[in-house]
């Protein structure tokens, strides 16, 4: 006989098949939606069936529209983009043409664009609107992430709902009414983690407004009684900051997403005393490896070994990693390979060994994960060298307590045109101005240093110091 | 410079680079309601560190501060 587990392809047979609870629920600071009624309301206006076999994109204002456009999507469309907040518009083109996207499903005005298909648009909204039940289809809808590339341009990352699922076990505990929430944006792996999660084991899910602060979005989940919660190490440690946090009693704490250092266990260890506190190794092509259960930064050398449903290895001083959590492969014309021959996805992250354990050392190729978003230095560098004093610059990480990492850019200017050290800071205060308006936040060094020289390899390369 | 004029220094430049409306920094004010986010916080405490060569948040047995006060004094107990 067939467990739910292994009939189960999309979100809307998931949710059925862990129990529609009457009082199951998500939730956004303006609207919940119970369970059941994501099955007698469209947030397509009723347009759902017109979508199936389509490749759609999905770019709503708030996560509460897509988890609603998802559930009504998955097992329908052929294909479902995920478009994240805060990544430009002026990417979509290359999106649509990469996923062969046929329908763009938003409840924003898109500017029309060039595109070598046909695309048909459909509204959609968090306010469902009634519609009589019926049988749906059940294809194998591909889930596409889209990540952050070398240029900022996306790399668009190929999942299923068995891949996005791979890792989530069982609940063991059925008496128990889980209320899940996350800081992490479920247009982003870590995000959907925990929608896949609440809806595979029958919880509720509390999800943030964009402009909520963190107080108010604390104090509310505090209200509808949550009990699990996620986060990345920076979440957390914005989170303990507010007085609000107090209010919350999780029974189960979560990070992921960028290296945990013992400071931040230690500070949700003290706040939570009754909680279970994990952390997590995921990344969105190499899928969730593994957790670390026993309160210390890093991770157990023993861990490499303990999954047989994730074999993991330490080549060339970074994490590899063979699973059914992989991604399938990068979508578009010459795109990269994500696997190497043997099926191992290279996470790029470095690790040493130190007294049985491994600890995260940096990316290989000198990514900078600020608060958990990746930062490629070429991009920021390419935006520095657009100022017209600027020589050449080098962008860098510098570890911060508050976000991981934070950017930092060593300049080199042309010829000798700084003379005083009001110069100096109106050159700084300018290139920063540039990057501002190129750039998000998190990519705006911290700081721009101005130095002599930079040191450059035989290759005629400046010399980068990863990891 | 004392610490605490560093410290309302570098919040009132960042708030000023980052385009915030920074509200009178009294010691009850919680950190969250000066309207920076977790990106100008960890911006402040790298330049705190070049400027007063400290970084308190290195400590593994330190808590996050939740008020502005709680914060100048992280700083201060850190230099003695």
């Known amino acids: ?176 009414s889980i209320v899940w929430s996350t800081f992490y944006d479920i247009r982003r792996y870590g995000g959907l983690q925990i929608l896949l999660r609440a809806v595979r084991t029958s919880a509720s899910l509390v999800l943030s407004s964009a402009g909520e602060s963190v107080a108010d979005f604390l104090a509310r989940a505090a209200r509808a009684g949550v009990t699990h919660m996620s986060g990345t190490p920076s979440h957390w440690r914005r989170a303990l900051m507010s007085p609000s946090a107090q209010l919350l009693k999780p029974k189960y704490v979560r990070l992921s997403g960028e290296a945990v250092d013992q400071a931040i266990l230690n500070n949700l260890r003290a706040a939570y005393p009754g909680a279970r506190i994990v952390h997590a190794f995921a990344s969105t092509e190499a899928g969730v490896a593994f957790e670390v259960t026993d309160g210390a930064a890093g991770f157990p050398a023993s861990a490499l070994n303990e999954n047989r449903q994730v074999e993991m290895k330490v080549e060339e001083g970074t994490l590899h990693i063979r699973s059914a959590g992989n991604a399938r492969c990068y979508l578009g014309d010459r795109a990269p390979a994500l696997k190497d021959q043997s099926g191992f996805v290279d996470t790029g992250d470095t690790v040493e060994l130190r007294d049985g354990r491994y600890f995260f050392a940096g990316r290989r190729d000198g990514v900078i994960n600020v608060g958990g978003l990746k930062v490629h230095p070429e991009e920021v560098e390419s935006v520095i060298t657009r100022h017209p004093e600027v020589q050449m610059c080098l962008v860098r990480g510098k570890r911060s307590p508050i976000t991981g990492a934070l950017v930092i850019a060593d300049v080199v200017l042309k010829g000798a045109s700084i003379s005083s050290d009001q110069d100096t800071g109106a050159l700084e205060r300018d290139i920063l101005r540039l990057c501002r308006e190129a750039l998000p936040a998190h990519k705006v060094p911290a700081a721009i240093k101005l130095v002599s020289e930079l040191p450059i390899a035989e290759s005629g390369k400046v010399m980068r110091q990863y990891a | 410079m004392n610490v605490r004029s560093a410290v309302v220094d570098e919040f009132m430049k960042v708030a000023r680079e980052h385009v915030k409306e920074l509200p009178s920094l009294t010691d009850s004010t919680p950190l969250l309601e000066t309207g920076l986010d977790s990106l100008c916080f960890a911006v402040i405490v790298t330049r705190l560190e070049d400027s007063l060569g400290i970084d308190p948040f290195q400590a593994e047995d330190s808590l996050f501060p939740i008020t502005f006060g709680e914060f100048v004094r992280l700083y201060e107990t850190s230099q003695k």
Not at chain 1, 28 to 37: G, K, L, Q, S, V
Not at chain 1, 160 to 169: C, D, E, G, P, R
Request: contains cysteine; charged residues 20%.
């Open chain 1, 1 to 176: 006989m067939k467990t739910p587990y292994q009939t189960v392809t999309n979100l809307s047979t998931g949710i059925c098949a862990f129990g529609a609870w009457p009082d199951r629920f998500v939730e956004d600071a303006d609207h919940r939606i119970a369970c059941a009624d994501f099955f007698a309301g469209s947030s397509l206006y009723g347009r759902g069936d017109e979508l199936e076999g389509r490749s759609v994109l999905l770019a709503t204002k708030d996560q509460l529209t897509t988890a609603s456009a998802l559930i009504e999507l998955d097992g329908v469309a052929r294909r479902i983009i995920l478009w994240p907040p805060e990544l430009s518009l002026e990417y979509l083109p290359f999106v649509v043409d990469a996923a062969e996207v046929d329908c763009i499903v938003s409840d924003r005005a898109i500017a029309p664009f060039h595109s070598q298909h046909p695309v048909y648009y459909c509204g959609c909204s968090s306010n469902l609107i009634p519609v009589a039940p019926k049988e749906r289809p059940n294809h194998e809808t591909e889930w596409i992430l889209l990540t952050s590339g070398t240029t900022g341009r996306p790399k668009l990352v190929v999942h299923s709902y068995s891949s996005l699922t791979a890792a989530i076990q069982p609940r063991t505990d059925s008496n128990l």
